[in-house]
């Protein structure tokens, strides 16, 4: 696995070893002792999760106050523009925010670690996303930053406006936001 240093040190881009030949390619997506050796961290992932979205469609930023989870994300169809933000009050990158197209081409993944708010545009005609949680979802810990607030100036690859469902339209400022 190689592992691509993000603007965000502890954000990281993962590119797996694809084999691939004439009927097609296979890689290892998840490797427990691949990650740490290859990264160094010592993380348990309890949860994963699947979602599809439609061209256009952003989902984020979303986190938790408590039971904050780590995120390793990853494409299986389509491609998705990620982005991660640094909700670490503590952290020197604190409301920064550093983004990655991952794909079912490319077969790369994004780490983000715990402290970490996450969303993305949906670039392809759909796209489905994998990722693997360290917590678990907790309703009452969830949070949503505004994806177009103007703190942060996340550079979406937006043709036009996003869709996007009423929470994430009612997101808070990163100002006003809870954070950790």
Known sequence: ??????AIPDVLVLEPRVLAD?????????NQGVFEASTGLRRSFVQDNHSRSAQGVLRGLHYQ????????????AGEIFDVAVDLRRASPTFGKWVGAVLSAENKRQLWIPEGFAHGFLALSDSAE????A?????????????????ALAIAWPCR????LSARDR??????DAETC
Request: hydrophobic residues 40%.
């Open 1 to 6: 696995m190689k592992v691509i240093p993000q």
């Open 65 to 76: 106050v408590a039971q904050m989870q780590g995120k390793l994300v990853r494409v299986c």
């Open 170 to 175: 009612n997101g808070a400022s990163l100002e």
């Open 129 to 132: 996303v994998l990722y693997k």
């Open 160 to 163: 036009q406006a996003p869709l």
């Open 134 to 150: 360290t917590d678990y979802y907790a309703q009452q810990h969830e949070r949503c930053i505004r994806w177009d607030d103007p």
């Open 22 to 30: 004439e009927r097609g390619f296979f890689f290892e997506s998840f």
